[in-house]
């Protein structure tokens, strides 16, 4: 189990970075044929190039996590990309896509369904809560 974790977390940092990678590159290539190919920005052909091999990495470890986890587990985890992505796209230098409060309260509650999705679980498939967590029978609602 430890093991398709890794492997599907693994490929969610692989493939935000893609995303991140072509987004940063597609705004410094040009998009209308023909291309001037000299004047064409190395830097981002070669991010451009590194995040398309990135996303092939990201593929061989779903295909790994598959094979270690069960599919409702492991296509939650790769929710969390949009939280990286968010993220990312707000933080690295020459991409500053702004952070609203609706957008990071979407996020939050995108991660809040992951970890719901993957608490631990008894040998009976119910989730493991803590006593303190539970509400006493005997609550009083005003």
Known sequence: MKRGIAFALSSVLLVSGAQLGMRWSMTRLPTQWPFNFPQLDLAALLALAGAIVAYALSMLCWL???????????????SLSYAFVYLGAAVL??????LSLPRTLGVALVIAGVIAINA????DRTTVIKPSDARSEHAQFD
Do not use: Q, T
Not at 93 to 98: I, S, V, Y
Not at 120 to 123: A, D, E, G, V
């Open 64 to 78: 790994l996590a598959l094979k270690h986890l069960p599919l409702s587990r492991a296509y939650s985890l790769l």
């Open 93 to 98: 230098p020459g991409l500053g896509e702004p």
């Open 120 to 123: 631990p679980r008894r040998p």
